[in-house]
């Protein structure tokens, strides 16, 4: 990919992640604080009594706000990906190191759909809400949230190296060395055929 599209389109996703989050933001209104305490709990009894405690028009609003929820993993993603990359256009990444940052920006949004499957489920199955499966919803959460900050912090980091420090290619975009065709030999250096020493001699 060029270097100008690799730019546009990270642009694009930085708008896209912002829009999103300001839209999530939005529907919940005033259950923002709510939310957070119903994915990072590990307690069954916190985790019931939060939507209990939800009146229509606040559980009208955790349920709107999936909608947004449901594609907003994937805009982060990419966005977290596209930094990855430009990051290493300018600077690049070992290859140990550029694989733990690929696989982190996929692993923090796969572990919010997780979140985000648990949440539905139990929200339409109270019943379903247990030590167990309270539990596999917030570690879901703490992960994501742990991996998104190790990730952003690195790339934050990685930022700043590149930004002052001068451009280095990456290995795989040096430019391959000319090709030199051999040269032809001189006239010194051609064989003397047997039948000319002969001649020589009988001179």
Same mark, same amino acid.
């Given at each position: 990919m060029r270097s100008g599209t #690799?730019?546009? #389109?990270? &642009?694009?996703?930085? $708008?896209?992640?912002? $829009?999103?989050?300001?839209n999530i933001i939005a529907e919940l209104g005033p259950i923002g604080a709510d939310l957070i305490r119903l994915q990072s709990t590990l307690s069954a009894e916190t985790f019931r009594n939060t939507l209990d405690g939800f009146t229509a028009g606040e559980l009208a609003r955790y349920r709107g706000h999936f909608a947004w929820d449901s594609v907003h993993p994937l805009i982060y993603g990419g966005l977290l990906l596209l930094w990855t990359y430009v990051v290493h256009r300018r600077r690049p990444f070992?290859? %140990?190191?550029? %694989?733990? #940052? =690929? &696989?982190l920006a996929i692993a923090a949004p796969a572990l919010d759909y997780v979140e985000n499957g648990f949440h539905l489920f139990l929200e339409t199955h109270r019943e379903a809400i247990n030590a167990a499966t309270v539990a596999v919803s917030g570690t879901a959460t703490i992960l994501k949230s742990l991996?998104? $900050? =190790? /990730? =952003?912090? +690195? /790339? /934050? #980091?990685?930022t700043v190296r590149?930004? /002052?420090?001068r451009p280095r290619p990456a290995l795989n975009h040096l430019a391959p060395m000319p090709y030199r065709p051999a040269a032809a030999p001189t006239? +010194?250096?051609?064989p003397v055929e047997d039948d000319d020493l002969d001649n020589d001699r009988d001179r």
């Open positions: #690799l730019h546009v #389109l990270f &642009g694009f996703f930085a $708008a896209l992640f912002v $829009a999103s989050q300001l070992s290859t %140990r190191v550029m %694989r733990t #940052l =690929v &696989g991996l998104l $900050a =190790v /990730l =952003v912090v +690195a /790339l /934050l #980091l990685a590149a930004l /002052l420090t006239p +010194a250096d051609e």
